[in-house]
């Protein structure tokens, strides 16, 4: 899931992406975010995207804020301007490799989900 608002210490906009850890063997996840819809399987895409280590690898629920102080690496865009449109989509990865685990569920599927920041 992914929720917007303004920072009330900046006023800057900020998306926050919350999402279950299902699985016992996560090492890390890859939040990919654009402007762009999703157009293939690769993770971590070549949107921006954030690395999240799991943080207990036993399951349990993930939350990462995008704000200005905390950009994504690896492409554009690197921090949330306001009143746009972002599609992400978040990727669980383990020793094996790419895992099943894709959030939302129908971001298996392009273009992924949008999300719209408010005008702060």
Same mark, same amino acid.
């Given at each position: 899931?992914?929720?917007?608002?303004?920072?009330?210490?900046?006023?800057n906009?900020?998306?926050?992406?919350?999402f279950?850890?299902?699985?016992?063997?996560?090492?890390?996840? &890859? !939040?990919?975010v654009?402007?762009s819809?999703? $157009? *293939?399987?690769?993770?971590?895409? /070549?949107?921006?995207?954030? @690395?999240?280590?799991?943080?207990?690898?036993?399951g349990?629920t993930?939350? &990462? !804020?995008?704000?200005?102080a905390?950009?994504? $690496? *690896?492409?554009?865009?690197?921090? /949330?301007?306001?009143?746009? @449109?972002y599609?992400w989509?978040?990727?669980?990865?383990?020793?094996?490799?790419?895992?099943?685990?894709?959030?939302?569920a129908? $971001?298996?599927?392009?273009?992924?989900?949008?999300?719209?920041?408010?005008?702060?």
């Amino acid at each position: 899931m992914a929720t917007t608002s303004c920072d009330p210490s900046t006023g800057n906009a900020e998306i926050a992406f919350t999402f279950r850890d299902n699985s016992t063997n996560e090492e890390l996840f &890859w !939040v990919d975010v654009n402007q762009s819809a999703w $157009s *293939g399987p690769g993770a971590p895409s /070549p949107w921006g995207f954030k @690395t999240l280590t799991s943080s207990t690898g036993s399951g349990g629920t993930v939350i &990462w !804020v995008w704000t200005v102080a905390d950009s994504l $690496s *690896g492409g554009p865009p690197t921090t /949330p301007v306001e009143n746009r @449109t972002y599609y992400w989509r978040v990727r669980a990865h383990n020793s094996g490799g790419d895992s099943a685990h894709v959030y939302p569920a129908n $971001s298996t599927t392009p273009p992924g989900t949008a999300i719209t920041t408010p005008v702060c």
